[in-house]
T-cell receptor
Framework: QQQVKQSPQSLIVQKGGISIINCAYENTAFDYFPWYQQFPGKGPALLIA?????SEKKEGRFTISFNKSAKQFSLHIMDSQPGDSATYFC??????????FGGGTRLMVKP | KAGVTQTPRYLIKTRGQQVTLSCSPI?????VSWYQQTPGQGLQFLFEYFSETQRNKGNFPGRFSGRQFSNSRSEMNVSTLELGDSALYLC??????????????FGPGTRLTVL
């Protein structure tokens, strides 16, 4: 049972453009929603995270928008750079440190 | 602070064998979680250890087990290996204070290939 659905699976964006990745969840017990960035050969690195009582969180070029009633959240990467090319995972957390991940989005930023 | 370290980084085993993977968390972190990453199933939670006790367990068969030592280092073991166990096994370290969620920091993973 996939409790977190992530789209799109892959995304190509021009340098300077906006990258948008969407996630939808089913488990209303999730209490924390992190985004991870993974480069080939590396483990996932925490990028930004949000709690369900907040509708938006911004850190530099990265913004999470959260819609609790729709059970959806999204990652926006402003002014996308070639160095942002990686795989991005959204996740929901419940029962302590138990993350349920989305399927991942492979982002390519063209120079 | 040093990050999460996992050993070995690469491992090749044959079906039916067993394997032990090791994880050293960030200094001061008391929680270690294990995840399996495959192209088909993505990232899946295996189990979490905190204060040498298993706190949560994912939907994996009993062939997958783990333990945590008093210094917070953790090992996971997979017995009777199957071809489908080929994956990147990731360890995540967290402070795990107060029972609430804390940020998890991942190691580079151990790439297991089962032939």
């Amino acid at each position: 049972q996939q409790q977190v659905k992530q789209s799109p699976q892959s995304l190509i964006v021009q340098k300077g453009g906006i990258s948008i990745i969407n996630c939808a969840y089913e488990n209303t017990a999730f209490d924390y929603f992190p985004w991870y960035q993974q480069f080939p050969g590396k483990g996932p690195a925490l990028l930004i995270a949000i709690r369900p009582d907040v509708s938006e969180k911004k850190e530099g070029r990265f913004t999470i928008s959260f819609n609790k009633s729709a059970k959806q959240f999204s990652l926006h990467i402003m002014d996308s750079q070639p160095g942002d090319s990686a795989t991005y995972f959204c996740a929901g957390n419940n029962a302590g440190n138990m993350l349920t991940f989305g399927g991942g989005t492979r982002l390519m930023v063209k120079p | 602070k040093a990050g999460v370290t996992q050993t070995p980084r690469y491992l090749i085993k044959t079906r039916g064998q067993q394997v032990t993977l090791s994880c050293s968390p960030i200094s001061g972190h008391r929680s270690v979680s294990w995840y399996q990453q495959t192209p088909g199933q993505g990232l899946q939670f295996l189990f979490e250890y905190f204060s040498e006790t298993q706190r949560n367990k994912g939907n994996f068969p009993g062939r997958f087990s783990g333990r945590q030592f008093s210094n917070s280092r953790s090992e996971m073991n997979v017995s009777t290996l199957e071809l489908g166990d080929s994956a990147l096994y990731l360890c995540a370290s967290s402070p795990r204070t107060g029972g609430a969620y804390n940020e998890q920091f991942f190691g580079p993973g151990t790439r297991l290939t089962v032939l």
